[in-house]
């Protein structure tokens, strides 16, 4: 297992009410992965409140498939709030680790292991944020960090490329992560379009969401690397054997880049022992919250690796993976989505705007902020309580 991360201890938390709200806002152009396409964007946002009438804010990625942002809600207030308020809590990890334990089985018998973790780490977040507004202090500051993140512009898809980034970089970013895993040659003729236009000095990467064979990246990759991509994330499948990703990151100069698809303390652990991955990437709101990740992210700057957040939905989650990459600091980036999306807006824009490529941290409690949900109250699709 991974090494005793030393969390801060706070008096115990009793929750009195848990509820899930699910968003759903149509966009005009998809998102588009290798494996799929977004037609709308989803969220599920958690608010935990506790017997002294302090709150706190949670996210749970949802973005796949497109029916499961209410099935998530729905598991929270059916399967998971009725365990977290059956008893104080003397801590968030306690909790995440109880809770966690107490639904493996049930995780087996549905086939949805995924699932519930992904609805107990956006509690988890969302447990914290309560337990930091109750201290009035941020989340960065409670676990010992610094306010600044450097951010990347994430999800740029094949269409119009070099438009999108440019207008990304006049908004302040200095790093950019282009989708692949479509057509080859115009994945290749894409990158080497946004270098040129960028210039040497943009810290770029690229992002092909498992689309390829083993044999398919080892031809690909040498083709990009004449571009200096800073990275090449999940190349090949997340669940390819340790031996295949050994024989790419052997054939490549390009570093290798995972992690959202990875469950566990136990899988990230091997994932940075393996020695293949360069940058290690949880999603906070897919396994983990803080009591999860903090202990990966730890374990993977010690071991040499660069820790860089996975996310890519609403504003609550983004924020929460801010104050996690905030708090381990060392290099990396946070990424944030190039894309559209009302659902990241919910927490306040000029939180979001970078200046030289990096984001500043406020001191305000928790996360930082009480979204405001006023201009997608239409969109709300859901809303699941267990009071």
């Excluded at 998809?30 to 799929?36: A, E, I, K, R, Y």
């Excluded at 989708?179 to 092909?208: C, T, W, Y």
């Excluded at 994330?233 to 990703?245: C, F, T």
Aim: glycine share 10%; with cysteine; charged share 20%.
């Amino acid at each position: 297992m991974l090494p005793p991360y030393c969390f801060p201890q706070y008096p115990p938390i009793n929750l009195v009410k848990v509820e899930a709200q699910v968003y759903r806002i149509p966009i005009v152009e998809p998102v588009q992965t290798s494996f799929g396409e977004m037609r709308d964007r989803p969220a599920v946002f958690v608010r935990l409140e506790d017997d002294q009438g302090a709150h706190g804010w949670g996210e749970i990625w949802c973005n796949f498939p497109n029916v499961g942002a209410e099935h998530r809600a729905r598991m929270v207030a059916a399967c998971i709030a009725p365990l977290l308020k059956a008893q104080p809590w003397q801590h968030p990890t306690q909790a995440f680790q109880a809770v966690g334990q107490q639904l493996e089985v049930l995780g087996i018998q549905t086939g949805e292991p995924g699932t519930i973790a992904q609805c107990i780490a956006g509690l988890d977040i969302a447990l914290w944020d309560l337990v930091a507004r109750r201290q009035g202090r941020p989340l960065w500051k409670i676990f010992g960090g610094t306010p600044d993140v450097r951010v990347y512009a994430s999800g740029i898809n094949p269409q119009n490329p070099v438009e999108v980034a440019r207008r990304k970089q006049a908004e302040g970013y200095r790093a950019f992560k282009l989708k692949i895993g479509f057509d080859a040659q115009h994945d290749l003729a894409n990158f080497r379009a946004m270098r040129e236009a960028l210039g040497p000095s943009a810290v770029l990467m690229v992002d092909a969401n498992q689309a390829w064979s083993l044999d398919t990246a080892l031809s690909l990759c040498p083709q990009f690397a004449p571009f200096d991509p800073q990275w090449i994330e999940e190349p090949i499948r997340a669940d390819s054997p340790p031996d295949a990703w050994r024989h790419l990151a052997q054939a490549t100069h390009i570093p290798l880049a995972a992690g959202e698809n990875l469950r566990g303390a136990r899988a990230f652990k091997a994932a940075v022992d393996g020695g293949t991955l360069n940058v290690i990437q949880p999603d906070i709101g897919k396994w983990g919250g803080f009591s999860g990740c903090l202990p990966v992210a730890a374990y993977a700057v010690r071991e040499g690796r660069i820790f860089c957040p996975h996310w890519l939905g609403g504003g609550i989650g983004l924020l929460a993976s801010m104050h996690l990459k905030a708090s381990i600091g060392h290099d990396g980036y946070v990424e944030v989505d190039a894309n559209p999306n009302p659902l990241r807006s919910v927490i306040g824009s000029q939180l979001l705007q970078p200046k030289d490529g990096v984001v500043t941290l406020s001191d305000a409690a928790g996360l930082g902020v009480e979204p405001d949900f006023c201009s997608v109250r239409e969109f709300r699709k859901l809303t699941c309580t267990a009071a």
